[in-house]
Nanobody, 119 residues
Framework: QVQLVESGGGLVQAGGSLRLSCAASGGTFSNYDMAWFRRAPGKERGHVADINWSGAYTSYTYSVKGRFTISRDNAKNTVYLRMNSLNPEDTAVYYC????????????WGQGTQVTVSS
């Protein structure tokens, strides 16, 4: 069973950038498709981006397209989320999640990392 630990959150001014990392352990990383979700204050948790096991395919929610980039390094068992042009609406707790390859069911979650964007 894979365990996930996020890092890289923090406080940033509007227009700034952050890179989140999610380190996986306890499983064969390339057996999992990976994703980032976020929960903003008072809102449901929502999908941000996902990447397939090889890194060949990615998808993004509309509001982050062109600003966020998801990537992975299977040799380092890590998935990343590069976030550029941040705005206050991106303020949320960001969660890393893993799904067994091809299932689209994210059963494994990290504890989350807070991202706060000030105006």
């Amino acid at each position: 069973q894979v365990q996930l630990v996020e890092s890289g959150g923090g406080l940033v001014q509007a227009g700034g950038s952050l890179r989140l990392s999610c380190a996986a352990s306890g499983g064969t990383f390339s057996n999992y498709d990976m994703a980032w979700f976020r929960r903003a204050p008072g809102k449901e948790r929502g999908h941000v981006a996902d990447i397939n096991w090889s890194g060949a395919y990615t998808s993004y929610t509309y509001s982050v397209k062109g600003r966020f980039t998801i990537s992975r390094d299977n040799a380092k068992n890590t998935v990343y989320l590069r976030m550029n042009s941040l705005n206050p609406e991106d303020t949320a707790v960001y969660y890393c999640a893993a799904a067994i390859r091809g299932t689209s069911t994210y059963n494994y979650w990290g504890q989350g990392t807070q991202v706060t964007v000030s105006s």
